[in-house]
């Protein structure tokens, strides 16, 4: 079947959609969800087909984003349309929802397939559901990691020692990746860090990384920054690392669904993929972090030893204190402020941010068999070393290494949050922060969010300020200072 090709201007997430007119596409035995072959040329795909009477007329072929520029499509160009069957892996997305196990054969072919988009978001939302529904046997979720890994690039670095660490997350502000690479980095040791951008928060890594530098990096460009600093701070969604698992993230949280085994899988094959050889887990606990008990903070962390032994991977677990978000800013320019104090030493700087950092870095020198790692870690931040590695790698990512902790400016509607009383702080809220954080417009808006002036056990006095909001508008300043006294993020007695 032949069809001229309509541009339709929205993107589908990354899938392959196109669109047919009802009538037609029934009339050829197509109905919706079905799979097509588009062809141009030399060049096809697998597309997944929408109907529609209304925009798309009999002879036409309605082509999403993705789809126009895979082909290198033109307006009213010809292309052939031929249907195909369904994936196999369809058949063993099912078999996991049936409560079956699937072997390496089935796990390669559902993440294959979700590699080249040949499965639909509901088949997606469908193998996802299935696997917190039914959980994941050890083995499977080798197999799951292991394909993920053998469907993406892989970062080859001839280096001997490759370290990485991994936040389990949920806590605000915690920007400790970016002072622990550059201390890493400057001891010497080899540290590729792909991070992600916020998903519930006011700002992950990579968002605020981009205030100082460029973390959209093909893979080939990574490779030559690491060589030539020992690191890199890049979004892992930018490099073609793991990229299944990015896929299956976009899937599980607007479901909030994190079943154990996928999160396993995805923190380790992206360690795979850049070829760690130690990693250290950090696993925060709290009432609000997302590991919620010493106990079960244990048991995540044999996993993920379990996990690693399977790849010649050598992986430390540390459990940290998560009952309230780490450092001042909470937004992407706040939260880079906070980071070039620490790595500049003011006398401002968030020290809870400089403590777990040193300790997070020494713990990953001493798992390469450094010793008195501290005391380095220590000695490298305080005298500068840490502050001009990452100058180095901020130059190396297209940044301005020179740039002044009084260039980043907050957004310029502000207003402070004052204590109503006088008393101890005994609780900040990680939710109730991020929440506002988030209303702020962060971290679409870098130079949004709330800047926290007292954590818990500090003392404050009635009519001092507990937090400064700053938002682009009024109105929105407004907003979201209302919220703030609905959620009371700080409470004192």
């Known amino acids: 079947m032949k069809f001229s090709v309509k541009r339709i201007d929205m993107e589908s997430d990354g899938s392959y959609i196109v669109v047919l007119n009802e009538t037609r596409a029934i009339s050829e035995g197509i109905h919706g969800a079905d799979r097509v072959m588009v062809v141009k040329g030399n060049k096809s795909l697998v597309a997944i087909t929408n109907l529609s009477d209304i925009t798309i007329k009999s002879h036409q072929i309605g082509v999403f984003e993705e789809v126009w520029k895979k082909l290198e499509l033109d307006d009213d160009e010809t292309v052939d349309v031929f249907p195909i069957p369904s994936p196999l892996s369809i058949e063993y997305i099912k078999k996991k929802i049936d409560g079956g196990k699937l072997s390496e054969h089935d796990m390669f072919s559902i993440i294959e397939d979700v590699v080249k988009n040949k499965l639909s978001r509901i088949e997606l939302s469908a193998f996802v559901t299935g696997c917190y529904i039914r959980g994941l046997t050890r083995k499977e979720i080798f197999y799951l990691t292991k394909a993920v890994v053998d469907t993406g690039d892989t970062l080859q670095l001839n280096r001997k020692i490759i370290v990485d660490k991994h936040c389990l997350g949920g806590i605000p502000g915690n920007r400790t990746t970016m002072v622990v690479v550059p201390i890493v980095a400057a001891q010497g040791l080899t540290i590729p860090k792909t991070s992600s951008r916020s998903i519930t928060s006011p700002a992950g890594t990579a968002d605020t990384m981009?205030?100082?530098?460029?973390?959209?990096?093909?893979?080939?460009?990574?490779?030559?920054?690491?060589?030539?600093?020992?690191?890199?701070?890049?979004?892992?969604?930018?490099?073609?690392?793991?990229?299944?698992?990015?896929?299956?993230?976009?899937?599980?949280?607007?479901?909030?669904?994190?079943?154990?085994?996928?999160?396993?899988?995805?923190?380790?094959?992206?360690?795979?993929?850049?070829?760690?050889?130690?990693?250290?887990?950090?696993?925060?606990?709290?009432?609000?972090?997302?590991?919620?008990?010493?106990?079960?903070?244990?048991?995540?962390?044999?996993?993920?030893?379990?996990?690693?032994?399977?790849?010649?991977?050598?992986?430390?677990?540390?459990?940290?204190?998560?009952?309230?978000?780490?450092?001042?800013?909470?937004?992407?320019?706040?939260?880079?402020?906070?980071?070039?104090?620490?790595?500049?030493?003011?006398?401002?700087?968030?020290?809870?941010?400089?403590?777990?950092?040193?300790?997070?870095?020494?713990?990953?020198?001493?798992?390469?068999?450094?010793?008195?790692?501290?005391?380095?870690?220590?000695?490298?931040?305080?005298?500068?070393?840490?502050?001009?590695?990452?100058?180095?790698?901020?130059?190396?990512?297209?940044?301005?290494?020179?740039?002044?902790?009084?260039?980043?400016?907050?957004?310029?509607?502000?207003?402070?949050?004052?204590?109503?009383?006088?008393?101890?702080?005994?609780?900040?809220?990680?939710?109730?922060?991020?929440?506002?954080?988030?209303?702020?417009?962060?971290?679409?808006?870098?130079?949004?969010?709330?800047?926290?002036?007292?954590?818990?056990?500090?003392?404050?006095?009635?009519?001092?300020?507990?937090?400064?909001?700053?938002?682009?508008?009024?109105?929105?300043?407004?907003?979201?200072?209302?919220?703030?006294?609905?959620?009371?993020?700080?409470?004192?007695?």
């Open 210 to 493: 981009e205030v100082l530098a460029n973390v959209n990096l093909p893979i080939t460009e990574l490779h030559s920054i690491v060589e030539k600093t020992n690191g890199c701070i890049a979004f892992g969604g930018s490099v073609n690392l793991a990229a299944a698992d990015d896929k299956l993230i976009k899937i599980r949280h607007p479901l909030h669904l994190d079943p154990e085994g996928l999160m396993l899988s995805s923190i380790l094959a992206k360690k795979v993929a850049v070829g760690s050889t130690h990693v250290l887990i950090d696993i925060p606990i709290g009432p609000e972090a997302k590991t919620k008990d010493t106990r079960s903070a244990k048991r995540l962390g044999k996993s993920f030893k379990r996990l690693a032994r399977h790849f010649s991977m050598k992986v430390n677990v540390t459990f940290t204190d998560g009952s309230q978000p780490i450092g001042n800013g909470m937004g992407p320019v706040l939260e880079a402020r906070d980071v070039l104090k620490v790595l500049k030493q003011t006398h401002d700087r968030p020290i809870d941010l400089e403590s777990k950092s040193l300790f997070i870095a020494s713990e990953m020198m001493k798992m390469t068999g450094i010793r008195k790692s501290m005391e380095k870690a220590s000695e490298i931040l305080r005298s500068g070393e840490a502050y001009d590695k990452m100058k180095e790698i901020i130059e190396a990512q297209g940044g301005r290494p020179d740039v002044k902790i009084s260039d980043l400016k907050p957004a310029k509607h502000s207003k402070e949050f004052c204590a109503d009383r006088s008393g101890k702080v005994i609780h900040v809220s990680n939710h109730a922060t991020a929440r506002l954080g988030l209303a702020c417009g962060a971290p679409m808006d870098k130079d949004t969010g709330l800047f926290l002036h007292h954590h818990v056990g500090e003392h404050v006095e009635s009519g001092e300020r507990l937090f400064t909001i700053y938002t682009r508008t009024k109105s929105k300043l407004d907003y979201v200072y209302s919220l703030a006294k609905q959620f009371r993020p700080l409470r004192i007695v």
